[in-house]
């Protein structure tokens, strides 16, 4: 069986200036040189994605431009909405979908997120799609519930062939911003149970070829204990994303784990 490639994405969320982000770029396409062992991407705020993109493209960097929301529809009067055509225009490649702050903060339901994922992937972008639950679910004894509730309404319509540019990151509520990390036991059961419920959706080679990324509090002194997990191909990082030096550290722990059979 051929090895998932460990996959890290940085998710800048509302943060850093224009300058800031273009710095923190330039950082990353200097001090990532671990392309073929480890994919990686950014998702900067969308008034600085062209600027992101170019100064990724300047270093002919492997690092992939993604964006953190969009509007299903192709184009009209949805004021304040980005469309993924427009995306693609800058350069993005890659979408966030059914993010935690943007499911329990904005308030997007599952069947919005459905559609969401559905366009993007039909525009020929990729696709991650986040799940997790939230604590009080998690103390009900709700966990694999909820995820696997939210994995199969996201995916919903979604063909085996589309599969190949999904990645699922699991990102449990409760762990993301409060330096709260799931323990890497805790997190590789669930990431166990999300890959048994794509080999239920779909069938076992596509739940084996599926990345699944973990999301909440992941830094450099616990990224190589939870990527060392079978079923954990990398993280979703917020705050340590920030940070060039930290996210490079998080990057290397994912490509260490390269080479490892799936
Ligand atoms: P933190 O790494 O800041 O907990 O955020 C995780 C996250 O939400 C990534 O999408």
Same mark, same amino acid.
């Given at each position: ?25 330039? +950082? ?15 998702? *900067? +705020? ?11 493209? !300047? ?36 979408? @966030? ?11 997007? *339901? ?29 103390? !009900? ?33 409760? +762990? ?5 990390? !799931? ?17 239920? @959706? ?17 830094? *450099? ?8 997990? *079978?079923?954990?191909?990398?993280? @979703? ?11 490079? !550290? ?13």
């Amino acid at each position: 069986m051929a090895a998932r490639k460990p996959y890290v994405g940085g998710n800048w969320k509302m943060n850093l200036n224009g300058r800031e982000a273009k710095e923190l770029a330039t +950082a990353l396409a200097d001090g990532f040189t671990l392309g073929d062992q480890a994919e990686a991407a950014v998702f *900067p +705020a969308f008034p600085y994605l062209e600027k992101v993109g170019q100064a990724l493209a !300047a270093k002919s960097s492997s690092i992939k431009l993604g964006a953190q929301d969009f509007y299903h529809q192709p184009n009209g009067a949805y004021t304040g909405e980005v469309s993924l055509a427009m995306l693609k225009d800058v350069g993005a490649s890659v979408v @966030l979908v059914g993010h935690s702050e943007r499911r329990h903060v904005i308030g997007e *339901p599952d069947t919005l997120i459905n559609d969401k994922v559905l366009a993007a992937l039909e525009t020929g972008l990729e696709v991650i799609l986040c799940i997790g639950e939230k604590i009080d679910q998690r103390e !009900a004894d709700k966990t694999d519930h909820i995820n696997t509730g939210q994995l199969g309404y996201g995916l919903a319509g979604v063909s085996e062939a589309q599969m190949a540019r999904v990645t699922i990151a699991y990102e449990p509520v409760w +762990a993301i911003g409060t330096g709260k990390t !799931a323990t890497p036991q805790d997190a590789q059961d669930t990431h166990k149970v999300v890959r048994q419920a794509l080999s239920f @959706l779909y069938n076992d080679d596509i739940a084996n070829a599926v990345r699944l990324q973990y999301g909440g509090s992941c830094k *450099p002194s616990n990224a190589a204990d939870l990527f060392a997990q *079978p079923d954990i191909d990398g993280g @979703l990082i917020g705050g340590a994303s920030l940070k060039a030096d930290d996210f490079l !550290a998080i990057l290397q722990a994912a490509a260490d784990k390269a080479g490892v059979p799936a």
